[in-house]
């Protein structure tokens, strides 16, 4: 196998003007050197290191590799591990939603190779060490950029790769030229090992670097489908790295709590790492929220939450710093918080990364870390970074023109540029840019090509064949030092370019195994609060945002169940015979039923049941599932964003379900008895969801909204259907009671009760005042009043006695039906009554949605327990 495979580029470096590049096409053959192989030597002896895993390999069988692959593939699929492919052309970052939310993105399935990379316990000392050095002298470098700046004043450093850089923020400066507190507390480097065996940084990640919580889950995920392997080879864990981490954040807020309030500021479910933020907020203990979830009062950042707005310590911060302050920075940025900047200079929040340390992440900078880590540190470069000239110096642009095929050509500041290889281009395209290279130097940076090493990976054919591979190697601040994740996430780039490898573009990752010395004793970290915690038997803070999140999906998992019933039955009916009087008057109750639940228009609606034009709109209605289909997307969509509030095993069987939906829903489309048994896999599956919330979840507040949307949106279907059922009552009763009890599911419980003929009474007093009955508007009634009895602002609307009044009018309805024989007078008097109460219940229904949203999910007043005592 050829480890030299080539890049073909379609397109010019995205820093450069604006003449276009000609198309490239491949001038020269591959002249690159053989990779260097991880597991064989040039002797073609397997290293030490790698035996242990070989002779577990071999073990498997023939087929053994294959189905650990799929097992794992299936395992990420139902954790719902993903990387996203956005497009939002409003937000040229991709870093969230403008003001009508888009779909999600696409979600990429995270792709894993069960063959893992190992790095014996020497050669990873020396990659630890020098990428604890590495991490110092940045952080050192962004502290001088943004304080006393004397690098720029000796001359150090060139002041145009400084102030031309879209990620220097100058708001983030101290005026007074002090120097800073620390700004790196996470980093992470790209790192690809040579044809001569020495690893180099290929790229540096400042600004809020991915990976970490990937690599946990890979690490994870392989040990259920390697453990043996794992054991065998002494492989180092992940865990401790995410105890020093925790520890640290929890240090960095101690001087404004004995137990300080961590928040992981994310983009949100737009961002292409929306997985890793949650799993990053659960592993370490911080409460996931969005810009919108925080605000500023008083020069300190306070999250909103259903009491009121309570103040936050620490901010683990996954939004570019250029979009976190609309007001000092960004201005069209809906995604961060105004002032926060104003909070971060006081000290009154602390911010891991800091605001602008995106500026370590330019690619000129490589070019001048040997000089500066021995003015700064006094010491020589442990781990170099790939041979890098800025094209800005006079003698870095003469060596890149006298060796430009072997050069790899990118922005000189902008990390995200596509780079160009040289060598790849045609002859106009090579000459073109080296024109432009020589009209705008300091635009430019040339790297020299590097061959990445090889290791094993499972190929197409189920074998193991040589793979080309990246690492991604994870560290984090530990008080005054730095901690380095022992492995990481390894990554085989789908052009086996290392320069173009980035987790946008996709490709296979491997977990990292790095080999275990004497693991000397267990030292367990963390920081126990000095102030004694204050036991309570609450789920701790709920954003306004998420319970708002939680309340919209009870009412879609409930919507989407109702409007299954509905076309359940009507479908039932259209399929077999319509013949009887009875059957028609059915239809037209479940016609009038599909109208007001917004499946079929008014004007499908008036014709006659056995009409082609009633028939023609059940059928789009079932075949395009335009609202079914918009209410699954709408339960996918806040399921996501919610995802953080429910346990992995939950979330698991959720995405179990709504993915066998998926694509059930494309299979039954134009074919009605595929539609009608996709009608009963929605109830299923709503019944099965309702059951996981009953008992997965603990009754705090975001299972108290959840419950209740789901019991408002019952409520209001109940009302609708029974209404449309009281339209028959006066020449049909009995097809109108029939029907009113199957679309409630309350057909089982009335004949087991009565037995009798159907009476207006007892249907009536079943499906409207029965608090027994989970499919009475009583019983929905009862439950949301004593949601909101127990929810906080208990004094404003909507109020617990305002859902009980509703039921009043049908008491005194029900009893007046309660008699041996009701005049038809009265009967047609009743019936009018009867309606006009279920239409006015369900208007006061949609007002108390209105009500809750005004009372819980927008705050301005400060929670009580500012300060002290959360």
Request: hydrophobic share 40%; proline share 6%.
């Amino acid at each position: 196998m050829s480890t030299a495979q080539k890049a073909k580029v379609d397109a010019p470096n995205a820093t450069a003007p604006d003449a276009a590049i000609p198309a490239p096409a491949s001038r020269v053959a591959s002249e690159d050197p053989p990779a260097f192989d991880e597991m064989v030597t040039g002797q073609g002896v397997v290293r030490r290191h790698w035996q242990p895993l070989l002779a577990s390999l071999s073990l498997l069988g023939p087929n053994g590799l294959v189905e650990r692959a799929e097992r794992g593939r299936q395992h990420l699929e139902d954790e719902g591990v993903t990387y996203n492919l956005y497009e939002l052309p409003s937000d040229p970052a991709g870093r969230g939603a403008p003001d009508i939310a888009p779909p999600l993105p696409e979600q990429r399935p995270w792709r894993l190779d069960p063959v893992p990379v190992l790095l014996s316990a020497e050669e990873w000392a020396g990659i630890e060490a020098g990428l604890i050095q590495r991490a110092e002298l940045l952080d050192r470098m962004l502290r001088d950029f943004y304080g006393p700046m004397n690098l720029l004043r000796e001359g150090r450093y060139p002041p145009a790769l400084v102030y031309g850089h879209r990620d220097f923020l100058r708001a983030a400066c101290r005026t007074d030229g002090s120097m800073p507190g620390r700004m790196l507390q996470h980093y992470a480097a790209e790192l690809v090992r040579g044809p001569d065996g020495i690893w180099r940084v290929i790229a540096d990640r400042s600004q809020a670097p991915a990976g970490a919580g990937y690599a946990l889950q890979n690490r994870r995920v392989m040990s259920r489908l390697m453990g043996q392997a794992l054991r065998e080879c002494r492989t180092r864990p992940l865990t401790r790295y995410f105890d020093f981490w925790q520890s640290d954040l929890q240090a960095r807020g101690q001087h404004m709590s004995d137990n300080p309030r961590v928040v992981l500021l994310t983009p949100g479910p737009y961002n292409e790492a929306y997985f890793e933020h949650i799993y990053l907020a659960r592993e370490l203990g911080a409460t996931l929220v969005e810009g919108a979830d925080l605000t500023m009062r008083d020069g300190r950042v306070f999250i909103k939450t259903l009491a009121g707005l309570e103040p936050v310590d620490v901010i683990l911060r996954r939004l570019d710093g250029e979009w976190c302050d609309p007001l000092e920075l960004r201005a069209e940025s809906a995604l961060g918080v105004t002032g926060l900047m104003q909070a971060v200079r006081e000290g009154r929040v602390a911010m891991c990364n800091g605001i602008g340390s995106g500026l370590a992440e330019q690619p000129a900078m490589q070019a001048f870390l040997p000089t500066l880590a021995e003015h700064l540190l006094g010491e020589t470069l442990k781990l170099p970074s790939v041979a890098t000239w800025w094209c800005g110096q006079s003698y870095a642009l003469r060596e890149v023109e006298n060796r430009f095929d072997d050069m790899v050509v990118r922005g000189a500041r902008d990390l995200r540029a596509l780079p160009l290889s040289v060598r790849d281009l045609s002859d106009a395209a090579r000459a073109q840019l080296l024109a432009r290279i020589k009209a705008r130097p300091g635009d430019y940076v040339a790297q020299e090509r590097t061959v990445p090493s090889v290791a094993p990976g499972l190929g197409a054919n189920g074998k193991l064949e040589p793979t080309p591979i990246l690492l991604r190697v994870q560290v984090v601040a530990d008080g005054d030092g730095y901690v380095v994740m022992p492995g990481g996430l390894a990554r085989v780039p789908q052009s086996g370019d290392p320069f173009r490898a980035t987790m946008q573009r996709g490709g296979v990752n491997k977990d990292v195994w790095v080999e275990a010395t004497d693991p000397g004793p267990l030292v367990i970290r963390g920081n126990a609060p000095r102030q004694r915690l204050q036991l309570r038997r609450t789920s701790g803070t709920l954003q306004s945002r998420v319970a708002d999140d939680l309340f919209w999906l009870g009412r879609s998992v409930e919507r989407l169940d109702d409007g299954a019933r509905l076309l359940r039955a009507t479908l039932t009916r259209l399929v077999g015979e319509l013949g009887s009087a009875r059957d028609m008057v059915e239809m037209g109750v479940l016609a009038r039923a599909l109208s007001r639940c917004g499946l079929i228009d008014q004007r499908a609606a008036a014709a006659p049941p056995d009409s082609k034009t009633f028939a023609q709109a059940v059928a789009r209605a079932a075949a395009s599932n335009q609202m079914l289909g918009q209410t699954l997307d709408a339960m996918e969509r806040l399921a996501a964003v919610a995802r953080h509030r429910f346990s992995a095993d939950m979330w698991r069987l959720l995405n179990h379900l709504l993915g066998e939906l998926r694509l059930s829903r494309t299979s039954a489309e134009g074919d009605p008895d595929a539609m009608l048994e996709f009608c009963d896999q929605m109830i299923r599956t709503t019944a099965a969801i309702a059951g996981m919330l009953a008992e997965h979840m603990t009754r705090g507040s975001g299972w108290r909204f959840l419950d209740f949307g789901r019991r408002l949106e019952r409520a209001i279907y109940i009302s609708r259907s029974v209404s449309a059922a009281t339209t028959v009552l006066t020449t049909a009763p009995e097809p109108g009671f029939r029907i009113a009890l199957e679309l409630n599911d309350s057909s089982l419980t009335y004949r087991r009760r009565y037995r009798a003929s159907l009476q207006p009474a007892a249907v009536f007093d079943l499906l409207l005042l029965d608090g027994s009955n989970p499919h009475a508007l009583g019983f929905q009634l009862n439950t949301m009043s004593q949601h909101l009895d127990i929810l906080p602002r208990r004094d404003q609307p909507p109020r617990g006695e305002d859902c009980l009044a509703l039921g009043k009018p049908f008491e005194d309805i029900v009893e007046k039906f309660d008699r041996d024989e009701v005049p038809a007078a009265e009967w047609q008097t009743l019936v009018s009554r009867l309606r006009g109460s279920l239409d006015a219940t369900t208007q006061a229904l949609m007002d108390i949605s209105d009500q809750l949203t005004r009372t819980y999910f927008s705050h301005i007043q400060l929670a009580q327990s500012f300060g002290f005592g959360r």
